[in-house]
């Protein structure tokens, strides 16, 4: 249906789920902790403050997305990422299913840039995984698949996203909405477009979200960040 080979084994969510591990491994050996890991010089300089982005470290859009705060915030993230990922590689194929990871994840991150508070920090793989369920949603729409058990599933995140103090609804948001416009661009179009549309799309994708970036950039300005040692950011206006 969108161009995947039968019989491949689903490489790229393990891949993602060991980068993943990888990370947290690092933060936790430099934090010295598996539940907190705001000490982490990692953990600092790769999450997302919109402040830092606006000021030009850019690669926090996604190594954010590969942080975590705790052992517990990696084991949800994980299991939800393995769940939704192994289908939906199986269906889409290697390529496109991280695709939609990836642009999943930069959504997320620029939902937060649009969104948050400049002097706030985001972390965590969960905008990544809510694009995965965005796409499986219209996935199991194409196949006239029930769709119930996944409205329900999602309907739950996000009464705890909304509920829970400290989760990211703006992540979340941006994640959901990116994955389920690119997993549509994966399964809807007529196979003689197929590969045109999808990768289409995907470049859209791309421009727009640099454009956001561009826009939230300017709008938040320039300002001059402090670590502390106890794993504390304090940020002024550079101007």
Known sequence: MAGARLGQRPVVTITLIAINLAFFLITAVQSRSAMDL??????????????EVASGEYWRLLSAGFLHGSLIHLATNML???????????????????AIYLLSLLGSSVSVLLFSAP????????G???????ALLVTFRRLRLDLRPLIVVLALNVVITFTYPGLSWQGHLGGLVVGAVVGAAMVFPPRATRRLWQWGVCAAVVVVLAGLTVYAGDRIGSWYCVYQIAGQVACIPAH
Do not use: C, F, K
């Open 38 to 51: 705001s000490t982490s010089g990692l953990y600092l300089h790769g999450g997302l403050i919109p402040a």
């Open 80 to 98: 939800s990422l393995y769940w939704l990922g192994i289908p939906l590689e199986r269906i889409l194929g290697r390529s496109r299913m991280l």
């Open 119 to 126: 002097v706030s920090l985001t972390i965590g793989a969960s």
């Open 128 to 134: 990544a995984v809510y694009g995965l369920m965005g």
